[in-house]
């Protein structure tokens, strides 16, 4: 057998580990791409392969060694000290000649050992990491990322950048991050380009795409010390075009007077009604009040309120976001009907807005098709902006950074009660 495989008329070396290898080298199989659309070319160098791994496995199985990346890191590394970049030996034979007798001088003046000689000549090769099998490997370097979210928080972590690898195979075929070119990157460019102008969609989902899958193969190569020239790959990629579909804010009247109207809500549930008054009067947001367990709700204290603060296993957006909300009008009322949080919605923000956005879009309560749900956050800060509330206190209500240098604990619940009910949307 003559283990090639050809992928858009470029040859790749591709063996499955064999059976009786597996306890040595855990590896499903071993893919290399040859770099030439020559099938001859492609399977003299097939064959040359092939050799060199049917010994590098017999070495594993006589010294009883198992197959490990870190072997190849620590080559790096020590090339590294050495003063070279690590490049495998049919890189450095192929090098201009005057850097190949300088790596050829070094190991015959420094009589160098063994561990010198194969990192300066390159005995090993580079771990050949799949595009399918990249994202698998980021999500064990990122576990950090994960740590104190929830498992629904870490389930809409995931999947964007699971999404963004399939759509990269998708578009330019599953092969070795280590193959990866300019070429490769411009094309998936194109691809969302080409859907954008198709399916009318707008550039945000393109760069969303984009930027994952960068961080992806970046953090992957940079733990695996894959020598790839990720900067030029990755450069200026991301579309730069304001076509995303802003969210529009809701006008006071419209809240008050059609929204929150209880003869507008008939049939949706009880929970929910109240969840939609609270948002639309403090602000905080779906994930943020299905959050909140009893005793983070205050009612029989000088001024109620909210404390909305993390968890393990419940990361807040952002650690601005952790901040005490007094509670009045329609936010009173839902707290004082639900003392002990949205219960049937707990840790489920996703299932009460899309209950909610469905309920509100069929009874056509919407003024528009840029209005949604979050709009109610943005019409909080609206109704901020209008009474001039200070920039402090509108960035400790909304969970916000304040943008100049702050001190002190922030505002107390008293200042943001008044500003509160200068906002209130139930009338006095």
């Keep these: 057998m003559n283990y090639l495989i050809c992928r858009t008329r ?37 064959i040359e392969y092939n050799n060199q791994l049917e010994d590098y496995w017999q070495s594993l199985i006589k010294t009883g060694n198992k197959h490990s990346e870190t072997s190849y890191k620590m080559l790096v590394e020590r090339a590294r000290l050495l003063g070279f970049p690590y490049y495998h030996s049919p890189v450095v034979s192929s090098l201009p000649l005057e850097q190949f007798m300088t790596r050829l001088f070094h190991v015959e003046k420094q009589d160098c050992n063994k561990s010198h000689v194969e990192a300066v000549l390159g005995e090993m090769a580079p771990p050949q990491i799949m595009l399918d099998d990249a994202i698998n490997r980021f999500f064990g370097f990122a576990k950090d990322k994960t740590i104190n979210k929830s498992s629904n928080q870490v389930r809409k972590w995931r999947n964007p950048r699971i999404k963004a690898m399939n759509n990269l195979i998708r578009c330019i075929g599953n092969k070795p991050i280590n193959d990866l070119t300019r070429e490769d ?22 760069n969303r795409d984009l930027i994952h899958s960068k961080t992806i193969i970046t953090t992957v190569a940079e733990n695996l010390k894959i020598n790839i020239d990720l900067t030029h790959i990755f450069k200026k990629l991301t579309f730069s075009l304001d076509d995303s579909k802003k969210r529009l804010p809701f006008d006071s009247s419209h809240i008050i007077s059609t929204l929150l109207n209880p003869d507008n809500l008939k049939g949706l549930n009880e929970q929910a009604r109240w969840a939609l008054y609270a948002f639309a009067e403090t602000g905080a947001g779906l994930s943020e009040l299905t959050g909140l367990l009893p005793e983070d709700i205050h009612l029989d204290c000088e001024i109620p309120y909210i404390n909305i603060v993390p968890r393990s296993k419940k990361a807040l957006k952002t650690k601005f976001r952790a901040r005490t909300i007094p509670l009045v009008g329609y ?19 996703d299932s009460l ?30 109704r901020l902006l209008s009474v001039d509330t200070p920039d402090r206190i509108q960035a400790d209500l909304m969970g916000h950074k304040f943008q100049r240098p702050s001190y002190g604990d922030g505002a107390t619940l008293a200042h943001k009660l008044e500003w509160m009910k200068k906002i209130q949307l139930k009338p006095l």
């Design 353 to 382: 807005s899309s209950l909610l956005a469905s309920f509100l879009r069929e009874h056509k309560l919407f003024p528009s098709d840029q209005h949604s749900v979050y709009s109610l956050r943005h019409s909080f800060q609206d």
């Design 331 to 349: 936010a009173l009322d839902a707290f004082k009907a639900c003392p002990n949080g949205f219960t049937n919605y707990a840790d489920r923000p």
């Design 185 to 206: 990157m411009l094309r998936f460019r194109d691809w969302w380009l080409a859907r954008m102008e198709k399916e009318g969609l707008v550039s945000a989902s393109a």
């Design 10 to 46: 470029r040859y790749y070396f591709n063996r499955r580990v064999p059976r009786p290898v597996k306890p040595f080298d855990s590896r499903k199989s071993i893919r290399i791409a040859l770099k030439t659309d020559c099938r001859r070319t492609a399977l003299k160098l097939a």
